[in-house]
């Protein structure tokens, strides 16, 4: 890696004299970050210790260190801007590990900050040492370690370049005790230029009228719009585009929101769990008009058996996924905002000089699938609260300037179906790692980025567990989220997964969190420990007024124990290693079962 010289400083004259750590305070000044999330140990006690001096950094203490990666996920996620999280060496660097790998997965713009043991005794074994950065660099964008004072701006400078160019991700800087310690003349540069690394933005302007000659000639296309959009900040690019167009637009579980729900060409969210309309609109498409999408296996089902008859149009930042698991037809290499720029041109000149297929029958067919299948669900078999009804309920009383960050398992599928999202930014997830206890440290992350907006955790009473005691972190910080508990006293997607394919055999998957007289633990009590307003919800009736209650409480954090149904399931389902054509729409129900 090699950086360049300059004459000017954005903060202090050049060659200030300061140490290691206090190089590390002033170059996150210098990049813009105000907001950082971490917690202290022996190797990192040098940059706490300079934390303490009047400077411009908001540093917030979790209670665990994969909270401050979450936190800092959710703050990225919310904002577009990247989120910083700081660990000490050995346990605290490896507890960071699930968070950085999680963002690695969802391409969220993340920089994360270790101390590590004098650079001497590296190798040997020392006390609280860890090799943080080889454990983390399959995981990261790249990883980072600093030995020497005079080399923290450079490397804080391009991490943070790394971090939020090309195809956003994590960058981690392992900074030992002695570079922290250490004095250096403090020359600020952002200008980074790192050998090899040279992210291409603007497509090839042949490869743009390629694609356009494919939208032109298609008579069943849909626009697959994945996170990628959503991370180049694209969705304003998209609907001129899906416009022009008129085809179907689906949106990944890492774009909702991208897209509007309310307008009249979504699909809404295809894959595992998608819409009946969205899935079988990839299915029987003859064009993928692939915008930042990386053809998961949540979408495609069994890839040889996905999409038989279309042609693929596929753009996105990283060439390393275009022909990954399916071969493009036109592969476009290019920021989503820059390449859909101009397909709108490409598209706008061919209108202008040729006839375009006519999409009547296939929007006639798409039409009918969504009159046949609407999204829906079924009143539970107990007589316990519908979960579907509580996530709905959330989003219609919140509306559409909340936030709303999903743990992961059934509750992440409901709130990704029930809710509407009407601009990006609106919808946290953990999509490509799936990591429980992803919930509550985003929602923070999120509330401190944009602290207007009323932002909620919607969580499983599994996921909760793993995470919920960020509430103390929220508590004394004043950072006010909502937690919903959508408690049905198991781990709900797993114990799906057994009643379906195991024959109701639930090994080790219920928890007892909900119901009964024993509860383990009362979340009630567990929320009213930590300092939050904490309610439980067993009647239908008293779903709106717990919901509006905590929308009207913006002093502490708000804590909802909704019990509900251990029997409600996700529907539509493409069960893994089959085709997307045998979705179930119920149990034992499907469109190709009703004969369609």
Known sequence: MSLESSE?????????????????????????????FGLP???????????????????????????????????????????????????????????????????????????QVFSHLMGTDAFQEADIVGVTMPITKHSILVKKPEDVPGAIAAAHHLATTGRPGPVLVDITKDAQEGELDFVWDPRVDLLGYRPITKANSKQVQAAADLIAAAERPVFYVGGGVNRA?????????????????????????????????????????????????????????????????????????FAPDAKVIHADIDPAEIG?????????????????????AAVSTAKLTREFADQSAWWERLNMLRERFPLGYQPTSDGLLSPQHIIQRIGELTGPEGIYAAGVGQHQMWAAQFIKYERPGAWLNSGGAGTMG?????????????????????????????????????????????????NNSSLGMVRQWQTLIYNGRYS??????????????????????????????????EIDAAIKLALETNDRPVVIDFVVSADAMVWPMVRQGTSNSDIQYALDHSPEWEGE
């Open 508 to 541: 080790n998957t219920e928890l007892n969190t909900g119901h009964g007289s024993v509860r383990v633990p009362d979340f009630v009590k567990l929320g009213e420990a930590y300092g939050c307003l904490a309610i439980r919800v067993e009647r239908e009736e």
């Open 438 to 486: 992803y919930s509550v440290p985003a929602a923070m992350g999120a509330k401190v980025a944009e602290p207007d907006r009323h932002v909620w955790a919607i969580d499983g009473d599994g996921c909760f567990q793993m995470t919920n005691q960020e509430l103390a972190t929220c508590v004394v910080n004043n950072i006010p989220i909502k937690v919903a508990v959508i």
């Open 41 to 115: 140990g022996g190797a990192v006690l040098p940059l706490y210790d300079t934390l303490m001096d009047g400077n411009d950094l908001r540093h917030i203490l979790v209670r665990h260190e994969q909270g401050a990666g979450h936190a800092a996920e959710g703050y990225a996620a919310a904002t577009n801007k990247v989120g910083v999280c700081i660990a000490t060496s050995g346990p605290g660097a490896t507890n960071l590990v699930t968070a950085i790998a999680d963002a690695y997965m969802d391409s969220v713009p993340l920089l994360a900050i270790t101390g």
């Open 324 to 344: 990954k698991i399916r071969a493009a037809d036109v592969p476009i290499v290019g920021d989503a905002a820059e390449v859909i720029a101009d397909l709108i």
């Open 233 to 305: 900040g694209a969705s304003e690019e998209l609907l001129q585009l899906a416009e022009l167009v008129g085809a179907p637009v689906v949106t990944t579980l890492m774009a909702r929101g991208v897209f509007p729900d309310s307008h009249e060409q979504h699909l809404g969210m295809p894959g595992m769990h998608g819409t009946v309309p969205a899935v079988l609109a990839l299915q029987e498409s003859d064009l993928l008009i692939t915008l930042g999408a990386r053809f998961d296996d949540r979408v495609t089902g069994k890839a040889a058996l």
């Open 8 to 36: 000017e400083l954005k903060h202090g004259q050049r060659g200030e004299r300061m140490t290691g750590a206090q190089a590390v305070v002033r170059s996150l000044e210098s990049l813009g970050v105000t907001d950082v």
